[in-house]
């Protein structure tokens, strides 16, 4: 039994990038978004093209145009345009 609940674990453990929040910014120009997690801001700059994972366990993040949303960690955002859409 105690093999079986280390296994899960390490699955569980491996499988965390799986579950993080990723972004795509399909503009020309570079976009940034603000991501706070706990306590700590940080800013994310997306590159033209750049797709990025962040966010594993939740975050707040501020979009170029403003707008904040919370996130759980299993969202893509798009960038287009300027403007940010989760899916």
Do not use: C, H, W, Y
């Given at each position: 039994m105690n093999r079986y609940a280390i296994a899960f674990l390490l699955?569980?453990?491996?499988?965390?990038?799986?579950?993080?929040?990723?972004?795509?910014n399909?503009?020309?120009?570079?976009?940034?978004?603000?991501?706070?997690?706990?306590?700590?801001?940080?800013?994310?700059?997306?590159?033209?093209g750049e797709t990025v994972d962040f966010c594993p366990a939740g975050c707040f993040v501020t979009f170029p145009n403003g707008d904040?949303?919370?996130?759980?960690?299993?969202e893509t955002i798009e960038i287009t345009g300027g403007q940010a859409t989760i899916n």
């Open positions: 699955v569980a453990i491996g499988a965390g990038p799986a579950f993080a929040a990723s972004a795509v399909n503009d020309s120009e570079p976009r940034t978004l603000v991501v706070t997690e706990g306590s700590t801001k940080s800013d994310l700059v997306l590159s033209p904040r949303q919370a996130l759980t960690g299993s």
